[in-house]
């Protein structure tokens, strides 16, 4: 299974941008999907996450009402779009997928993840 995030870029303070993450080889309709970023010197920090029916969405609170994740199970892509953006969400992002058991399921750590993209940068000038 592969993912390939892409879409990053450079923005100024209060655009939007809108992250695409697509999979490969693998069932794409029985995996949970998650989003993550990381800053030098930080931890993956988990943004939010949809579950592979698409009924259930969870956003972290330093993100929720201005990013919006989705998904096409038709093209094997999900999500992150992006809006008012912010200097300090500045980061590297990573998609995730995990191989989900439960249609409501949506992981939130690291290690409950299966697979991974291999990141895009977003940065935002202020």
């Known amino acids: 299974v592969q993912l390939q995030a892409f879409g990053g870029g450079l923005v100024q303070a209060g655009g939007s941008l809108r992250l695409s993450c697509a999979v490969s080889g693998g069932t794409f309709s029985r995996y949970a999907m998650g989003w993550f970023r990381r800053t030098p010197g930080k931890v993956r920090e988990f943004l939010g996450g949809i579950s592979f029916s698409g009924k259930r969405i969870y956003y972290v609170d330093s993100v929720k009402g201005r990013f919006t994740i989705s998904r096409d199970n038709a093209i094997n892509t999900s999500y992150l779009q992006m809006n008012s953006l912010k200097p300090e969400d500045t980061a590297v992002y990573y998609c995730?997928?995990?191989?989900?058991?439960?249609?409501?399921?949506?992981?939130?750590?690291?290690?409950?993840?299966?697979?991974w993209g291999q990141g895009t940068q977003v940065t935002v000038s202020s």
């Open positions: 995730a997928a995990e191989k989900a058991v439960v249609s409501a399921h949506v992981p939130g750590s690291v290690e409950q993840y299966d697979y």
